[in-house]
């Protein structure tokens, strides 16, 4: 089985989400994570499951707007922040708007701040409904990674990222074949 993790990420976080996922779904299966800038449609065709992650930007998905802001934040002076190598690159919203139909199985991730979703909001969710949109069937519920106040990433939120891989992996020999 062949799988593609596509991130958006802005300071690296979503990035490290998406390679953790990988190793999770490891042996066994075929991966590829790339940023949303390389998902083009010849990466997807034929892939068994397409796993798709951004970090949460004003309680969704990001939007031109909240990008530029962050990269913005990145570059002031003082800033702590360093942006991830794609960030000023598309995001996944103009990526969705590229991308025709697609088979096989799908999941969403994000990146947010740590408190209930109704106040931080929650990308994944939209994120799913897309790709359900574009023709993937969703074979596990959106998941949520945790950031830290100063934009870092939660101890253990790799290793729950990694495990979560795990977790997918295992179902596709039960969902192999096509939905």
Known sequence: MRAVVIYESMYGNTHEIANAIARGLGPGTEVAVVCVAEAVPELLAGAGLVVAGGPTH???MSGARSRRAAADEARKDGSKLTLDAHAEGPGLRDWFGTI???RGWGAAFDTRLAGPAALTGRASKAIARLLKRHG???????????????NRLRPGEEDRAEQWGRELAARLPAVAASP
């Open 136 to 150: 993937l069937a969703e074979i596990a519920p959106p998941q949520s990674f945790l950031v830290t106040k100063d």
């Open 58 to 60: 004003l309680h969704g």
């Open 100 to 102: 025709g139909r697609i």
